[in-house]
């Protein structure tokens, strides 16, 4: 089992250098995330999908957009790469049946992107 | 606002010491408590998660109450070991107007022999 799965593992940009941090899920989760870490810091999240063809924003979406036109795949890409972006990103999948993880239902993460902009 | 609050670290503990993490959150409604753990070099995993008061979560020795009364779900362990060495999340899930996760800033431990 692969799990979540993320591509690359680390990266350097330049400022205003664009690139996308890939994500799968070999899970069939309806349910995608993506996060991200600063030091010190808990998660924040960036942006979430719900199932395929439907995104949205979360805490912290400037900078970032997302599309998701498939189940397996959930792409975050940086458009022009500042300073303030300099983070580790961290995708994430949940499956429920409901859609509520008040229910409990479980995140699972992949092992992260380290990004570091000069 | 919702929040979470962890206790600062790093802690640095003996094996077989124990081991209290305190955690205490904020929210609007009635949230599922979780504690998750993040070992070097990877994403964070599912260590337990309680859905409402009074649950208590387990698993690999670590336990967690959910104590409404005092807004708390702090994790125990008995006896750590070396293995234990990680950052560990406390973190609630509401429903707003996405399924929310708030994570607390994590809690760095290192347990030596």
């Known amino acids: 089992n692969a799990g979540v799965t993320q591509t690359p593992k680390f990266r350097i940009l330049k400022i205003g250098q664009s690139m996308t941090l890939q994500c799968t899920q070999d899970m069939n989760h309806n349910y995608m995330y993506w996060y991200r870490q600063d030091p010190g810091m808990g998660l924040k999240l960036i942006y979430y999908s719900v199932g395929a063809g439907i995104t949205d924003k979360g805490e912290v979406p400037n900078g970032y957009n997302v599309s998701r036109s498939t189940t397996e795949d959930f792409p975050l890409r940086l458009e022009l790469a500042a300073p303030s972006q300099t983070s580790v990103y961290f995708c994430?999948?949940?499956?429920?049946?409901?859609?509520?993880?008040?229910?409990?239902?479980?995140?699972?993460f992949g092992p992260g992107t380290r990004l570091l902009v000069l | 606002g919702d929040s979470v609050t962890q206790m600062e670290g790093p802690v640095t503990l003996s094996e077989e010491a124990f081991l209290t993490i305190n955690c205490t959150y904020t929210?609007?409604?009635?949230?599922?408590l979780f504690w998750y753990v993040q070992y070097p070099g990877e994403g964070l995993q599912l260590l337990l998660k309680a859905t409402k008061a009074d649950d208590k979560g387990s698993n690999k020795g670590f336990e967690a109450t959910y104590r409404k009364e005092t807004t708390s779900f702090h994790l125990e362990k008995g006896s750590v070991q070396v293995s234990d060495s990680a950052v560990y999340f406390c973190?609630?899930?509401?429903?707003?107007?996405?399924?929310?996760?708030?994570f607390g800033p994590g809690t760095s431990l290192s347990v030596i022999p």
């Open positions: 994430a999948s949940s499956s429920s049946a409901t859609g509520r993880l008040t229910l409990g239902e479980t995140q699972y």
């Open positions: 929210a609007t409604g009635y949230p599922s």
């Open positions: 973190a609630l899930s509401l429903i707003t107007s996405y399924d929310k996760v708030i």
